[in-house]
């Protein structure tokens, strides 16, 4: 009646175990020091070192300024992707009509409106995680604000201190990674309009180009060390590697 195969099961699951198994590699304990994201963790913890030195530290919130405010373009991105869905919902008749002549894409109606309702489900999550990552970057605001001044940076309460605003901003930037992982997944889960097996062929593409974000050569030669060959800095001026592979 729904108009849903074994097939159709096979690649939902299949989609849900990508999204897991991607959250694990990034998340996990295996991602220390590996991943991308954890990497940039560190310079965070840095960052927060640095600022404690500072007596003035307007540059600093300034950043966290600016880190929130792509959280709430994000968190806007979320409402109006949510929207679009709604209104796709609403006018299910009128949106079939225009793709029911496209090959492999379903004709029945219960079909299409639980797959706009999967999508709108996962734009929904993409804005809570938008929504509190916003949140945490206030929250870190505040506990910038109250850091000890730099007289005091030797004390164990000013390190500790750095240690939390430093857990907050990473925080921050974890739950903003799961919207936009979120974001990323709802690409993949298009596919599933045209049938199962461009469902799974999009989950897979997507799991492959997040994945070589995360863990490519490309991605992590920016925060390697130096290349001692003299040649090879002049040609790359420290900045591009021209000849380095394409993460996309």
Do not use: C
Not at 136 to 156: D, K, M, Q, R, V
Not at 217 to 226: E, F, I, K, P, T
């Amino acid at each position: 009646m729904l108009g849903f195969t074994a097939l159709d099961g096979l690649a939902f699951a299949a989609f849900l175990a990508a999204w897991a198994a991607y959250h694990q590699l990034m998340e996990g304990e295996w991602a220390e020091r590996r991943s991308f994201n954890r990497r940039m963790d560190l310079f965070r913890l840095e960052w927060m070192q640095r600022m404690l030195a500072r007596e003035n530290r307007i540059v600093d919130a300034q950043i966290v300024a600016a880190l929130q405010n792509g959280t709430a373009f994000f968190a806007s991105t979320s409402l109006l992707a949510i929207g679009g869905t709604l209104a796709i919902l609403q006018s299910t008749d009128a949106v079939m009509a225009i793709f029911m002549d496209l090959p492999f894409v379903t004709s029945n109606r219960s079909n299409w409106e639980l797959k706009t309702l999967g999508l709108t489900l996962i734009f929904a999550n993409a804005f809570f995680k938008f929504a509190w990552a916003y949140r945490l970057f206030n929250y870190t605001t505040i506990l910038l604000g109250s850091t000890p001044p730099p007289a005091e940076a030797g004390s164990a309460h000013a390190h500790a201190h750095v240690l939390k605003v430093a857990r907050m901003v990473t925080l921050a930037g974890r739950h903003f990674n799961r919207g936009q992982r979120s974001f990323f997944f709802a690409i993949a889960y298009l596919g599933w309009y045209v049938n199962a097996w461009a469902f799974m062929a999009a989950t897979t593409a997507i799991f492959i180009v997040m994945t070589n974000r995360q863990f490519g050569r490309d991605a992590h030669w920016v925060l390697d060390d130096g290349d001692p060959d003299p040649l090879a800095m002049s040609r790359n001026a420290g900045i591009h590697r021209d000849n380095e592979p394409d993460a996309s």
